[in-house]
């Protein structure tokens, strides 16, 4: 390829498949735009990155989060950004509050929010999915976890909207840039009251499971605990939205596939799992190279910022036969859209349960589902993939 590619560019962001599977024939490894990172897009590079954290540091990635115009970004201290062992460490406190017994007690609180969100939606009638579908389940499952109450949703919703785009602010957008400020300090400030209302008085929530959580008698640092807190409200909310999205418009797309999950809703969870590989939500993950290196055959200089194109490597040719077809009997499950190693997703069995439900329930009630007159808008990240609108009818003929 002989000129930089524009990663954001709207057509790109429209379907940036067919450029992924030119830069896995062409250039594997090369520099693109925004800002001249090394773009990794197959699947055995990707993976060599994941498996290396010495070499390929997210803790050298915690600058990205720290720019002139924001100090005090909680992300740039979250588990996100660390590299074994300080990773791990935080990661065994978090696990404690995060596992099995927690989906356990949320699965008939989600299993209700799906069939009243479902039930909502109108008959024949175009409606924007993202709003009154895609969003109301792990909103509210959000809300509940950190003590979020349904008045305030649409405040978790901005402030989940404006800080994804955060990877893609430009030096120049000064109005972006105040949004996000503010938005940080929106969210923080309620953050904190909910933190110092669990300690006086503790719940059954994840915030009381965190306070909680010890190991080898060390517990949590408020700074810690911040982190991790804005690190749920961008991977806890945006995540799930669009993958339910994208759920939603895969079916109106495949009407035939639809039809089969309504008479056999046991294969909902094979669909999820494709769906991640196919049409995933996490397109980039960002490392830092901590000392030259030869990758994919390409020389990479110390300090380069590499973003791994998770979504180009779900659809290696090298690994997937027939990679851009949907497959429901492809064999699974598909992990890599949830990360690999140290960085594997603590959330990922949280959002395949939010899906399922939402989809079972959408399935029961649905027969198929319609455009509407409004195009789909996509967001703009180097992060995640997903539409910001999405006009859809739902029929039960």
Known sequence: MSSRVNLLAP???MNPYP????????????????????????????LTVMKNPQLFSSEGIRRTYRPEWISDYPMADSMLVMDPPHHT?????????????VLTRLEPRVRELAQQVTAALPQDRSVDFVDEFSIRVPIAVLGDLVGIPPSLHARLKRWAEVMTQFTSVRPEDTELQERLRAAVADARAHFEEVVEERRRAPREDLVSDLLRAHVDGEALTPTDLMGFMFLLLIGGLETTVHLLSSCAL?????P????????EPALIPRFIDEMLRHSGPVHGVVRL???????????????ARLLLLMASANRDE????????FDLDRPGPQNLPFGHGAHFCLGAQLARMESRLALEALLARFSRLTLGEEPARWNISLVMRGPTLLPLAAHTD
């Open 11 to 13: 057509e790109v962001r």
């Open 89 to 101: 460490r935080l990661r065994a406190l978090v696990s404690r509050a995060f596992g099995t017994s």
């Open 19 to 46: 450029l992924y599977a030119e830069l896995r024939r062409n250039a594997p490894v090369s520099q693109v735009d925004p800002g001249g990172l090394w773009a990794v897009a197959r699947y055995a590079d990707v």
């Open 318 to 325: 090298a690994h997937f036969p027939d990679p851009d077809r």
């Open 256 to 263: 035939a596939l639809m039809a089969r999950l309504r008479a």
């Open 289 to 303: 190279v901590t000392d030259e290196v030869e990758l994919g055959g390409v020389h990479v200089p110390q300090g």
């Open 250 to 254: 895969k079916f109106q797309e495949d």
